[in-house]
Each structure stands twice: as structure tokens, then as C-alpha cells.
Nanobody
Framework: QVQLVEAGGGLVQPGGSLRLSCAASGIRIRINAMGWYRQAPGKERELVAYITSGLTTNYANSVKGRFTISRDTARSTVYLQMNNLKPEDTAVYYC????????WGKGTLVTVSS
């Protein structure tokens, strides 16, 4: 049974930072590429970043240089460090395999506002 539990969201001012975590069970993150996705109000879900089994990372242009994806295979957890947050980063953030599957968690809400 695949289970993805995202956490770490909240309200932050522009320029602030947050660290999201995704606890994955039923998925071997050591051998699967994992991604972070987000869905802003009124918009479709989009890929933010992914990390491959070989630790290659890739980022959407909108977050490049500000976000960092990483993983801890011992904890079966994927992280997203988000720095210099902007109002347009406001969204519900989800993790999933990359490419994504039909197994989605509940996500964690990030609100960037002054």
C-alpha cells in the first residue's frame, strides 16, 4: 500500500524559508525517482522538482536557485528546502514518484504573504 504524507507547510512572509518533508511508505525511494509537485488555486498541478535514483536533480525554471530537493533513504523521506519564497509559490505541495502516479497524498499548504 503506497502512502505519501507531506508536512512542513505554513504561512511565511515573502523572502522566507520553509522545509517540506514527504514520508513515503510502499515506495522504495532509493530506486525510484521522486518529485515534488504543487497546485495553486485555480491552476493545474505542476512539477516543481525531482530527484532520480542516481541523485540527479531537476527544477522548474520558476524555482531554480531557490528550491532544493533531497532525500533520506534511511527515513524513506523526501525533502524540499524552499528559500526566498515568493507569493507566486503559494500552493498545495505534494510528493509522488516521477513521473507521477495516481497515488497522491493530502499535500501541505504553503502560503506566502505579508
Amino acid at each position: 500500500q503506497v502512502q505519501l504524507v507531506e508536512a512542513g507547510g505554513g504561512l511565511v512572509q515573502p523572502g522566507g524559508s520553509l522545509r517540506l518533508s514527504c514520508a513515503a511508505s510502499g515506495i522504495r525511494i532509493r530506486i525510484n525517482a521522486m518529485g515534488w509537485y504543487r497546485q495553486a488555486p485555480g491552476k493545474e498541478r505542476e512539477l516543481v522538482a525531482y530527484i532520480t535514483s542516481g541523485l540527479t536533480t531537476n527544477y522548474a525554471n520558476s524555482v531554480k536557485g531557490r528550491f532544493t530537493i533531497s532525500r533520506d533513504t534511511a527515513r524513506s523521506t523526501v525533502y524540499l528546502q524552499m528559500n526566498n519564497l515568493k507569493p507566486e509559490d503559494t500552493a498545495v505541495y505534494y510528493c509522488n514518484k516521477y513521473p507521477s502516479t495516481n497515488y497522491w497524498g493530502k499535500g501541505t499548504l504553503v502560503t506566502v504573504s505579508s
